[in-house]
């Protein structure tokens, strides 16, 4: 009921294609989904979040796009870049219990110049 | 702010010592956590704390690894004794109250058990 699974482990994109990454979760008490983003030898960082109430948020390149009915998220990178390269981690929350975040394992994904 | 603050950022030990590792959170913030992140597993919640009391420890793997949070800006995890197996990198993450999702992360102690 705590997991939140992620797909693919690993991604392989060319410049300026399109990077997808989908996550799923059991718990219909979680409402609020961040992504964050984990370039090597750093902390992952806050990179954009989404509440069940809306099915897509756009910031720049980087939209996420939410289903509630299928308990699923996933995470778009439009002209990926090579910059972009880093580890991603769904995650998940609940706004009223304001304590834990349960992370998904992560996508390596690289972007080939 | 300087963000979070983890000391040290690498340890090689060998088998049997205890290890410490020490986060300074950000300034206000009312929640500290500790995670470990491996390649098998992800990142994993070892315990958190609200306030400098632990909330939830659940995710402490077993009673070689004790967490303390004496004041607002300061704590420890240690494991003691450290095995080969306690290798990975070690994040502390500190966030307000009433941001959900927000954490913030210190870059990591990344620890070697020999």
């Known amino acids: 009921q705590q997991q939140v699974k992620q797909s693919p482990q690993s991604l392989i994109v060319q410049k300026g294609g399109i990077s997808i990454i989908n996550c799923a979760y059991e718990?219909?008490?979680?409402?609020?989904f961040p992504w964050y983003q984990q370039f090597p030898g750093k902390g992952p960082a806050l990179l954009i979040a989404?509440?069940?109430?809306?099915s897509e948020k756009k910031e720049g390149r980087f939209t996420i796009s939410f289903n509630k009915s299928a308990k699923q998220f996933s995470l778009h990178i439009m002209d990926s870049q090579p910059g972009d390269s880093a580890t991603y981690f769904c995650?998940?929350?609940?706004?009223?219990?304001?304590?834990?975040?349960?992370f998904g394992k992560g996508t390596r994904l690289h972007i080939l110049p | 702010d300087a963000g979070v603050i983890q000391s040290p950022r690498h340890e090689v030990t060998e088998m049997g010592q205890e290890v410490t590792l020490r986060c300074k959170p950000i300034?206000?913030?009312?929640?500290l956590f500790w995670y470990r992140q491996t390649m098998m597993r992800g990142l994993e919640l070892l315990i958190y704390?609200?306030?400098?009391?632990?909330?939830?420890d659940s995710g402490m793997p077993e009673d070689r690894f004790s967490a303390k949070m004496p004041n607002a800006s300061f704590s420890t995890l240690k494991i003691q004794p450290s095995e080969p197996r306690d290798s990975a990198v070690y994040f502390c993450?500190?966030?307000?109250?009433?941001?959900?999702?927000?954490?913030?992360f210190g870059e990591g102690s990344r620890l070697t058990v020999l």
């Open positions: 995650a998940a929350s609940r706004v009223d219990r304001d304590d834990k975040i349960i």
């Open positions: 989404i509440r069940p109430d809306v």
């Open positions: 704390f609200n306030n400098n009391v632990p909330i939830d």
């Open positions: 300034s206000g913030h009312d929640y």
């Open positions: 993450a500190s966030k307000e109250g009433g941001a959900p999702g927000e954490l913030f």
């Open positions: 718990n219909t008490a979680f409402d609020y």
